[in-house]
């Protein structure tokens, strides 16, 4: 999973209920992502849903944490058994 929440998080809940995985918790301090059930939302959708509902753009790609769209459909098959 390459999607991170940083400290810009405002802590407003939307990304939450729109997690397909429900892979989004509330932090001490902002929200998390759990990455054993983050796909980027492969399985559901084309593109990151937490991305599209942020309403201060705080969860960036973090490349270098970047899994395959494989691994990620992997994940997908796994946590949906
Ligand atoms: S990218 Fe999709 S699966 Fe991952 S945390 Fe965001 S909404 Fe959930
Ligand atoms: S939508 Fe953005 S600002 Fe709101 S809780 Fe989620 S990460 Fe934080």
């Known amino acids: ?4 929440i940083t400290e810009e998080c405002i802590y407003c809940d939307v990304c939450r209920p729109a997690c397909p995985n429900k892979a989004i918790s509330a932090g001490n301090e902002y929200y998390e ?7 980027e939302c492969i399985g559901h ?7 599209q509902v942020c309403p201060v753009d705080c969860i960036p ?3 270098e944490f970047a899994e395959t769209k494989e ?11």
Not at 1 to 4: G, P, R
Not at 73 to 78: A, P, T
Request: hydrophobic content about 40%; charged content about 20%; some cysteine.
């Open 45 to 51: 959708y084309d593109v990151p849903q937490c991305q």
């Open 61 to 63: 790609l973090l490349p």
């Open 1 to 4: 999973m390459s999607l991170t």
């Open 71 to 81: 691994k990620l459909w992997e994940k997908f098959v796994r946590i949906t058994e």
């Open 33 to 39: 992502i759990d990455s054993n059930l983050c796909t």
